[in-house]
């Protein structure tokens, strides 16, 4: 179908284009909510096609709508008022709703006055805001009910695309439900604004709890990220880390298109480990982007310069882009909008959250939508061809093995754990791989360097045991040599599984 915008590019994306024209909607949310913004921004939006666009207000006088509207840099110049605003004469009355309420103003002749603006402006667009002020000048139920039924009738034969507003608890809204064609809901939590639409004849619409903020720029609407809706053709090329050990390691580099999960505890090189895949992909021209969630821009710059990743130098070039989050000020459906924009404007290639616990704190609904939400971002990463980097921190320094505290398995392609490990009264470190879908991988241990001159990835520790409780022992017998074992190897298989027998232990 036809769609017609709301003035609001997030809402239109949410109602799959914008709203059905000649149709009827209701807006509907409690005080402080948005709506006659939403009313306003739907009428300028009309006014910028070259349409006619009305307001019918009760409330506020139309010097005070466009004040109020020229704060947050919108512009009503085209939109014309019928204003039905109490007067300060009758404001001055001792009883001014009476007054007001009286037969000089009664329901049936603001209806007239509807109509008559209605006839002689002919408009495409109309807002009345609120529809509350029919039903207190009613007087009874049913005759505003028959009132609005009426002029919705009306309305719709002339063509127009019209928008209620109303309040959760009004009887006008309950009523508007019924002869309306979509509902959209505006809720308020805190200092979080929602959005949501439980009716919409013609099409479906992006569900869940899309948040919009009422910004000194306006409106902004961050919809629920869908990745079913989105994606692009690309090689599912391994990507290398710039280190020959490292890629062994992990037979060839990080696949395109995946997401792996580095973990470890705090301090073992978990960032860095993971900037130096963008370091080898600023050589190769590509662009990458660290979101940073528990960790300050002066300190990961700092760092990463010394010990031999250039970031300064990549940022220069627009092969590296370093976003410092804030938690408490940003929802993850609105960090899904900014990792939406650097991989579709700006063409980023890995994106790599640091850390995953810092990221959770920006939930407002539990843990479990947090993680249904992180998933879904990895999802549209992968159809995207975008590879994904999740930094995660566990508890433990050393003792009892974790991959990870934040229940990230089922999302990873891929997990790669750093371990602090005592040797002799030396704290040293070790990289591993537990996880990798696409492909072998090598299932040793190797020690990890962070130098001067950049990550140092030694041999694989054959001649170690216990490595993962954190105080590792000397073979008893190690290999002179430096052999692997053969269970070492990818793929490798048991003697009993090649020649198709039970294993010892079945016999």
């Given amino acids: 179908m036809e769609r017609i915008s709301t003035g609001v590019s997030g809402l239109d994306r949410i109602l799959k284009g914008g709203l059905v024209p000649g149709r009827r909607y209701l807006l509907e949310g409690g005080p402080g909510t948005g709506k006659t913004v939403f009313g ?213 580099g990080l696949e395109r298109g995946t997401t792996s999960v580095l973990s470890g505890p705090t301090g073992v090189g978990k960032t860095t480990t993971g900037t130096q895949f963008m370091k080898e992909a600023a050589g190769r021209g590509e662009r990458s982007v660290v979101y940073l969630f528990e960790e300050n821009e002066a300190t990961f710059m700092e760092r990463s310069e010394a010990v031999n990743i250039p970031v300064k130098e990549m940022r220069e070039r627009g092969t590296l882009s370093v976003e410092v989050m804030e938690p408490l000020e940003t929802t993850p459906q609105e960090f899904c909008e900014e990792v939406r924009r650097e991989v579709e404007e700006e063409d980023a290639r890995i994106v790599m959250i640091d850390g995953i616990k810092g990221y959770s704190v920006s939930a407002r609904d539990g843990e479990e939508s947090h993680m249904r939400r992180l998933h879904a971002l990895c999802r549209y990463l992968k159809n995207m061809g975008v590879t994904v980097v999740l930094v995660d921190e566990t508890a433990s320094v050393t003792g009892e093995f974790r991959a990870t505290d934040s229940s990230l398995s089922y999302i990873a392609d891929n997990i790669i754990f750093l371990r602090h490990v005592e040797l002799q009264g030396e704290l040293r470190k070790v990289i591993g791989v537990l996880k990798k879908r696409t492909s072998g991988y090598e299932r040793l241990l190797r020690e990890l360097e962070i130098t001067a001159n950049g990550i140092k990835v030694g041999e694989p520790l054959t001649n170690l045991r216990g490595i993962l409780t954190g105080t590792p022992e000397l073979a008893s017998n190690p290999d002179p040599e430096g052999r692997r074992p053969p269970w070492a190897n990818a793929n490798w298989e048991p003697p009993w599984l090649r020649d198709d027998r039970r294993p010892p232990w079945e016999r």
Avoid: W
């Fill in 40 to 252: 306003l921004k739907f009428l300028a939006a009309g006014v910028e096609r070259g349409e006619t666009a009305l307001c019918v207000n009760f409330e506020e006088s139309p010097d005070a709508i466009r004040a109020n509207a020229a704060e947050i840099g919108l512009d009503l110049d085209g939109v014309d008022f019928l204003d039905l605003s109490p007067s300060p004469e009758e404001a001055r009355n001792e009883e001014p709703y009476t007054v007001f309420a009286a037969d000089e103003v009664e329901g049936p002749s603001i209806t007239d006055r509807i109509l008559d603006a209605v006839d002689d402006l002919e408009p495409d667009r109309i807002v009345i805001d609120p529809v509350t002020q029919l039903e207190l000048l009613s007087p009874d139920e049913y005759q505003f009910r028959k009132q609005i039924r009426s002029l919705a009738t009306y309305l719709e034969s002339k063509g127009a695309t019209v928008v209620f507003t109303s309040q959760p608890d009004d009887t006008g809204g309950q009523t508007l439900q019924y002869v309306t064609d979509g509902t959209i809901l505006l809720e308020r939590d805190r200092d979080v604004r929602y959005v949501r639409v439980p009716k919409f004849r013609g099409s479906g619409v992006l569900t869940g709890d899309h948040v919009f903020r009422i910004t000194d720029d306006g409106l902004k609407v961050a919809p629920e990220l869908m990745p079913e809706a989105y994606g692009q053709s690309f090689v599912a090329e391994p990507i290398s880390s710039g280190i020959p050990e490292m890629d062994e390691l992990l037979h060839g």
